[in-house]
């Protein structure tokens, strides 16, 4: 199966409105970090939110590491998807899922190492999908998301394998020329892209369409040459 697109930085509702057109099922809507691009106003995330047809997610990428923040920015913004960009320090998921009951919980893993395998596991135990991606958040100024760098594959596929069947976004560096490479080595539920289809921070057309393109791509060369069975 082609893996899911998920369009991140979105940033009007026009954005919204061309990456639902060329194939997404879901939106990333950026706020407040203390590093990288895309940040949006809650008041923009809600307004795209409520702009979006039924059946696309919308999915708030927010820093806040303690419960009650998150919970309570999401009753600002009213998205369907809460991402968590960070670990979670104030609260549990658990206690996080009992107070937004009906919004999915995405988590955050940033590939750094190989301790990602583990604590993408750990996350696994408690969210409804893991979002693999490039960020440091150990820096003297966290990065926890909007690199535009690629991570180590490998480790990727070896998360994609200890999580299943939790679904597995993939995000980091991702682009028209690289994607098809990336689904073959990890095989995740969807992909997320944000700064490879962006000209001058503006969602290009052009670009998203041919990676969306390249993403079917990956799929038509699968189809073509099935797995041979036993037998005549």
């Known amino acids: 199966m082609v893996p899911r697109l998920k369009v991140c930085c ?6 919204a409105r061309l990456a639902v057109r060329l194939g997404a099922s879901a939106l990333g809507l950026v706020s407040s970090m203390p590093s990288g691009p895309g940040v949006i106003g809650e008041d923009a995330i809600r307004r795209i939110a409520e702009s979006v047809p039924p059946g696309v997610a919308t999915f708030l990428l927010t ?18 998807t809460i991402q968590l960009c960070d670990r979670i320090t104030e609260g549990t998921h658990a206690e996080l899922k009992a107070e937004l009951p009906g919004i999915k919980i995405v988590q955050v893993v940033h590939v750094v190492d190989g301790d990602a395998v583990k604590e993408a596991v750990a996350g696994a135990r408690a969210a409804d999908a893991i979002l693999l991606d490039s960020g440091r958040p150990g820096a003297e100024v966290k990065e926890l998301g909007g690199t535009g ?5 490998t480790v990727s596929a070896a998360i994609r394998k200890a999580v299943s069947p939790v679904p597995l976004y993939l995000a980091g560096g991702l682009k028209p020329s690289n994607v098809r490479d990336a689904i073959r080595a990890v095989r995740p539920f969807g992909v997320d892209v944000c700064s490879g289809v962006r000209i001058d921070d503006r969602l290009d057309e052009e670009r998203l369409r041919s990676f969306v393109e390249a993403m079917g791509r990956e799929h038509e060369q699968e189809t073509s040459h099935p797995v041979p069975t036993s037998g005549r």
């Open 10 to 15: 979105i940033a009007s509702v026009d954005e």
């Open 63 to 80: 820093s806040a590491t303690s419960v009650p923040a998150i919970v309570d920015q999401h009753r600002r913004c009213r998205t369907s």
């Open 149 to 153: 760098r690629v991570h180590d594959w």
